[in-house]
């Protein structure tokens, strides 16, 4: 399990800088958009301003999402009930795990 711990921090350290790096792209986009008086909706040369905030909006929520379900996996580890199915209650597959480190269930209740 220490293996199994060190790959989920790993993969934790690896999101916080990944959702780190996403807020200063938002905001910087934020920030543009303040400064600028552009018509970017009828602008012919490239996408929106509004395309790249909802862009990186849904990108840093994909990226929240997965930190908050390597926290709960760190969890589970911590209260012992890391790699059981949390609806059948049976082992979750090293395979599984291997592929998904974060999984909840097994394959058959996923």
Request: charged share 25%.
């Amino acid at each position: 399990m220490d293996s199994v711990a060190s790959a989920l921090s790993r993969r934790r350290s690896a999101l916080l800088a990944e959702v780190a790096a996403l807020e200063a792209d938002l905001r910087s986009v934020f920030e543009a958009s303040r400064e600028s008086n552009a018509d970017d909706e009828h602008d012919p040369e490239g996408s929106t301003i509004a395309y790249e905030r909802a862009q990186l909006t849904a990108v840093l929520t994909s990226a929240r999402l997965r930190l908050a379900e390597v926290d709960d996996a760190l969890s589970r580890l911590s209260a012992g009930t890391y790699g059981v199915c949390a609806v059948c209650g049976q082992p979750i597959p090293a395979e599984r795990l291997l592929a998904r480190p974060s999984a909840r269930t097994c394959v058959a209740c996923a």
